[in-house]
Nanobody, 127 residues
Framework: HVQLVESGGGSVQAGGSLRLSCISS????????MAWFRQAPGQVREGVAG???????HYADSVKGRFTVSQESANTNMHLQMNDLKPEDTAIYYC??????????????????????WGQGTQVTVS
């Protein structure tokens, strides 16, 4: 059973930065992808950024150049550095993970239907 726990959310002014963390129990020796998703009130959940066990990273166009996804070398803990935050970045941010990097990358790393394991979410508010 995979456990994912997010932290690091909060309230910031536009132009500010936040760093989200996802503590993960995914075995780093497996083939996997992990990703950040977000969901604003009344909106569908959307993919933000992802990273797979082969080292590839994936970003939504809306965050390219502002957000950076990374992973610790000793485990699969994942981070999301968010810079130049905008009010439209306000949402609950979720961490997701699943096995089989090749399959996930074939169908889309930032698709919600590629993941069976999810964290509880952390709120990000930009004013």
């Amino acid at each position: 059973h995979v456990q994912l726990v997010e932290s690091g959310g909060g309230s910031v002014q536009a132009g500010g930065s936040l760093r989200l963390s996802c503590i993960s129990s995914v075995d780093r020796h497996l083939s996997y992808c992990m990703a950040w998703f977000r969901q604003a009130p009344g909106q569908v959940r959307e993919g933000v950024a992802g990273i797979c066990s082969d080292g590839t990273t994936h970003y939504a166009d809306s965050v390219k150049g502002r957000f950076t996804v990374s992973q610790e070398s000793a485990n699969t803990n994942m981070h999301l550095q968010m810079n130049d935050l905008k009010p439209e970045d306000t949402a609950i941010y979720y961490c997701a993970a699943d096995r089989d990097s090749a399959a996930i990358q074939t169908f889309g790393v930032l698709r919600t239907d590629q993941y069976n394991f999810w964290g509880q979410g952390t709120q990000v508010t930009v004013s």
